[in-house]
């Protein structure tokens, strides 16, 4: 079993930034790939970013992210983050943290965990 908990999410404006963290516990952290995905209001879940497991590697990123947001992890600390820049509006949504023990997570990955998720609010 692995739980997650994310925090970081809050009310902005547009164009600011905001970093979310997501606190891994309950396994070996390293087995782990690990990935960002959004819900907007009347949306499907969307996957905005993940990193491989091990030590990271090469990450991915939904293309209305790309240049924005930056996903990493700190195996010591058993943390992924998000770091969101530039951000719009449209990015309103509830983020997830979400670990797939050891494939990578891609667009059609089903994760074996999930957080609660973080609510995130752009303001015009």
């Known amino acids: 079993q692995v739980q997650l908990v994310e925090s970081g999410g809050d009310l902005v404006q547009a164009g600011g930034s905001l970093r979310l963290s997501c606190a891994a516990s309950?396994?070996?952290?390293?087995?782990?790939?690990m990935g960002w995905y959004r819900q907007a209001p009347g949306k499907q879940r969307e996957l905005v970013a993940s990193?491989?497991?091990?030590?990271?590697?090469?990450?991915n990123y939904a293309d209305s992210v790309k240049g924005r947001f930056t996903i990493s992890r700190d195996n010591r600390k058993n943390m992924v983050y998000l770091q969101m820049n530039s951000l719009k509006p449209e990015y309103t949504a509830v983020y997830y943290c979400?670990?797939?023990?050891?494939?990578?997570?891609?667009?059609?990955?089903?994760?074996?965990?999930w957080g609660q998720g973080t609510q995130v609010t752009v303001s015009a």
């Open positions: 979400a670990a797939k023990r050891r494939e990578d997570i891609v667009v059609h990955t089903t994760p074996d965990y």
């Open positions: 309950g396994s070996i952290f390293t087995l782990y790939a």
């Open positions: 990193i491989p497991s091990g030590s990271g590697g090469r990450t």
